[in-house]
């Protein structure tokens, strides 16, 4: 438990006191957000705003992790594990594209960043690199950090994609909620407040499954057999108290923006996460939120494609009741309500699941 707090206050302490040496860094190069100009007045006054602040919940996620593990190096059995590695492996590999993605937008002034084809193949190479390793490491038990099982609260054992199956969901997944988790970031302070309710449901989620592991004395019909549970712990623990941090200085009114270098690391940590917990279909209820704002984009498309109406003023949805007269403060306070609601649901459905396996 105690490389657990060290790990989320690192990454607390590392995201607060480092961000506005990041702000003025990032103002005097000149490297402020550009606005679109179909977004109304309140978000042009938000021009030239320092952006890629990102980088930072990245620096402070993995500098947590590791000294949680250098505080209990004495410990067996307590180093870094292949399930942590990877989880960092894809938030730092997708912080990488998005750094480019916001190089494109800052330096070559291009607004839209990388094209769809570019991000697309690079989400797919970190994805399939994920996938693969995530099959191939075993520990003493036999256990790999992920199986090629569909999962809700667990692996449902009848729904078995085989190994090239486990990677082409892996980078459905992946992609899926790095770009849901991108398109959240469109108001101060949006992206990272829901992210670290989602953070915080996975530290519970990861502790429980450790405390009730299959193997341990006490376990019992509802174990869970997940490797490295524990460690998944840290880094999510790392990267809440780094959205905290980091949320301190992006509140209305921001004084720096994510940018995509944060929010695509952030979806794919909830995707790696989702993954080696076994709870893939249940991180849909968890990050309800980003899948809504997903969904409504894809509708929007969908639907002026198809029928040449648009359901939205605007897509995702945020800008929708922005453009309907809604303030930001309001926007904002009610969509972390609903993030809070579906991070309730989706720990209610998790803690339910495992009780009835005590009524059975």
């Keep these: 438990m105690k490389s657990v707090l060290i790990a989320a206050l690192v990454g607390l302490a590392v995201s607060i006191l480092c961000t506005p040496i990041a702000i003025t860094m990032f ?54 594990t292949a399930s942590g590695l990877l989880a960092l492996f894809l938030l730092v590999g997708l912080a990488f594209i998005g750094f480019m993605d916001d190089f494109v937008k800052l330096f070559l002034k291009r607004n839209l960043g990388l094209n769809k084809t570019q991000k697309i193949v ?29 999962s809700f609260v667990r692996d449902i054992s009848v729904i078995s994609l085989g190994s090239i199956g486990f990677v082409v969901l892996a980078f459905f997944i992946i992609s899926g909620f790095s770009n ?32 009730n ?4 004395p006490a ?63 249940l991180l849909v209820i968890i990050a309800g939120l980003s899948v809504a704002e997903l969904l409504s984009d894809v509708i929007q ?24 007269g809604w303030a930001e403060a309001t926007i904002l306070t009610r969509f972390w309500i609903l993030s809070g609601i579906t991070v309730a649901i989706g720990l209610g459905i998790f803690y339910g699941e495992f009780i009835s396996h005590g009524l059975n």
């Design 122 to 150: 690079g989400q797919t190479v970190i994805a399939v690199v994920f996938g693969i390793l995530a099959l191939r490491f075993r520990n003493h038990a036999g256990l790999t950090p992920a199986t090629t099982h569909l």
């Design 213 to 216: 592991a299959c193997g341990m």
């Design 219 to 281: 376990a019992g019909a509802g174990c869970y057999q997940v490797r490295d549970p524990l460690d998944l712990t840290l880094v999510a623990a790392a990267a809440l108290g780094a959205c905290f941090g980091f949320l301190w200085w992006n509140a209305n009114p921001a004084k720096i923006f994510m940018g995509d270098v944060g929010a695509l690391p952030l979806g794919g940590l909830f995707a790696g996460l989702g993954i080696m917990t076994h709870t893939e279909l």
């Design 301 to 324: 498309i969908g639907a002026f494609k198809l029928y040449g109406k648009r359901p939205f003023k605007m897509a995702p949805f945020h800008h929708h009741f922005e453009f309907i």
């Design 27 to 80: 103002r005097k190069r000149g490297l402020g957000q550009e606005i679109r100009g179909v977004l109304g007045e309140s978000h042009q006054a938000k021009r030239g705003t320092p952006t890629m602040g990102g980088m930072v919940i990245v620096i402070a996620t993995v500098l947590g992790y590791f000294v949680a593990h250098l505080v209990v190096a004495n410990q067996p059995g307590r180093g870094p």
């Design 180 to 211: 849901a988790v991108n398109l959240t970031d469109g108001l101060d302070g949006l992206c990272a407040g829901s992210s670290a309710m989602v953070l915080g449901a996975y530290v519970i989620i990861t502790f429980y499954q450790f405390r």
